[in-house]
């Protein structure tokens, strides 16, 4: 489960079997986070928590699960492994013209912590 879903799903959902006379009047009233509180919690921005919100509303847990497609996509694929390694292997000590001579052998651009 998502540590976002955990944050602001009910707590009667997850908490064991009380009957309702056991708890305070005010018990779901002292559970509830507004969005800003939430995003301040998980450290992300208030939208997320509403977009978090409107999935959990539309598609319940599931609805918070990552979704495939998500994120930045790889600059290197599995073929350019190979090659990274013996350039690298060859310039351990000068990563900088290893990052070089990679970008102008693949065409492609990535910082040197890639």
């Not at 509303?57 to 599995?78: F, H, N, S, V, Y």
């Not at 350039?87 to 970008?103: D, F, I, M, P, W």
């Amino acid at each position: 489960m998502p540590r976002s879903a955990r944050l602001w799903r009910p707590v009667i959902e997850t908490a064991p079997s009380l009957p309702s006379a056991a708890l305070p009047d005010d018990f779901a009233q002292k559970l509830w986070r507004t969005s800003s509180q939430v995003a301040e919690i998980v450290g992300v921005c208030e939208m997320s928590v509403h977009n978090w919100v409107h999935r959990y509303q539309d598609q319940g847990m599931a609805g918070l699960e990552t979704r495939p497609g998500r994120g930045r996509k790889a600059i290197l694929q599995e073929q350019d492994l190979e090659s990274v390694r013996q350039v690298v292997a060859q310039h351990r000590q000068r990563l900088s013209v290893a990052k070089t001579e990679l970008e102008q052998a693949l065409g492609k651009s990535f910082s040197q912590e890639t």
